[in-house]
């Protein structure tokens, strides 16, 4: 009895000790098996738990669909917008590779004629397949005058440019002018043969070709002889390249030789002229 209530303090505190790490082993163990009471919550519970989870996967879902379908359509503008802007660059690129030929005479022409030309582009044209008569987008402003002669460039051998003959000029604005080309059927103008210097008058006509005579019947002319402008009359200025002859057709009781010419440009298709000031050349 003497020991146990001297040491009755000691004792109660190291038995509470016993039984904390005894409950603290007990319940740190790994359970092998649950009680009943818990089995039987969780077969009331796994229904709900389970369309819980579908309903839950479903909605997620849906969203998620609804996400891919703004990102597709979002997709599909960014690829539309894509694809309209490689179809314009297409179509300018083929509208480059089209006028390449047409874009070079031009810059060899303006490298080494000995005009000073001023370049304009055609904004308008008369009714029809030909370019007859048409309105360009430089006047009296640029220094385009009434008479003033028209041209483009044209390789007649390979690297050689030289003007060839588009019309002249009947009218002028301050920033238009009108010009008549050498095709149109009231137009005319004199022309000499390159290689016999024999002289004529050469018209438009109808069918986009041109028709003349020479002055002199007997003149020797041949097919395939090259025609300028000879600069009587003061209408265009001298020796541009009109064509060349593609037939002759001699009338011997009117003493007339006829020739049809082929003009060296194609009046269907004009994108630009230049415009030779007829009074700074000198040619009146």
């Known amino acids: 009895?003497?020991?146990?209530?001297?040491?009755?303090?000691?004792?109660?505190?190291?038995?509470?000790?016993?039984?904390?790490?005894?409950?603290?082993?007990?319940?740190?163990?790994?359970?092998?098996?649950?009680?009943?009471?818990?089995?039987?919550?969780g077969k009331l519970l796994r229904p709900v738990i389970s369309f819980s989870s579908v309903i839950q996967?479903?909605?997620?879902?849906?969203?998620?669909?609804?996400?891919?379908?703004?990102?597709?359509?979002?997709?599909?503008?960014?690829?539309?917008?894509?694809?309209?802007?490689l179809e314009s660059e297409n179509r300018d690129l083929q509208n480059i590779i089209g006028k390449a030929d047409y874009l070079k005479r031009e810059q060899m022409l303006t490298e080494n004629s000995p005009y000073d030309l001023i370049k304009a582009r055609i904004i308008a044209k008369e009714p029809g397949n030909w370019f007859d008569q048409f309105i360009i987008d430089k006047g009296s402003k640029d220094g385009i005058s009434k008479g003033d002669t028209v041209v483009q460039g044209i390789e007649i051998e390979k690297d050689v440019y030289i003007e060839c003959l588009v019309g002249r000029v009947v009218d002028t604005g301050d920033n238009w002018s009108k010009v008549v080309s050498l095709i149109?059927?009231?137009?005319?103008?004199?022309?000499?043969?390159?290689?016999?210097?024999?002289?004529?008058?050469?018209?438009?006509?109808?069918?986009?070709?041109?028709?003349?005579?020479?002055?002199?019947?007997?003149?020797?002319?041949?097919?395939?002889?090259?025609?300028?402008?000879?600069?009587?009359?003061?209408?265009?200025?001298?020796?541009?390249?009109?064509?060349?002859?593609?037939?002759?057709?001699?009338?011997?009781?009117?003493?007339?030789?006829?020739?049809?010419?082929?003009?060296?440009?194609?009046?269907r298709k004009l994108y630009n002229v230049f415009i030779i000031n007829n009074q700074e050349e000198g040619s009146y």
């Open 1 to 41: 009895m003497y020991f146990f209530k001297k040491y009755k303090e000691r004792m109660i505190v190291v038995t509470v000790a016993i039984i904390l790490i005894a409950i603290i082993g007990y319940t740190a163990r790994e359970r092998l098996s649950i009680s009943r009471s818990e089995n039987l919550i």
């Open 57 to 85: 996967n479903r909605v997620s879902g849906f969203f998620t669909s609804i996400g891919d379908v703004f990102d597709a359509k979002e997709e599909n503008g960014v690829l539309h917008a894509r694809i309209k802007q």
């Open 184 to 267: 149109d059927e009231l137009n005319s103008t004199s022309f000499k043969l390159i290689r016999t210097q024999d002289g004529g008058i050469v018209s438009g006509s109808v069918d986009g070709l041109l028709e003349g005579y020479l002055f002199d019947y007997t003149a020797d002319v041949i097919e395939g002889d090259q025609l300028y402008t000879s600069g009587l009359g003061g209408i265009y200025s001298k020796d541009i390249y009109i064509g060349e002859v593609s037939e002759i057709i001699g009338d011997q009781e009117e003493l007339t030789k006829r020739l049809v010419i082929e003009p060296a440009l194609d009046f």
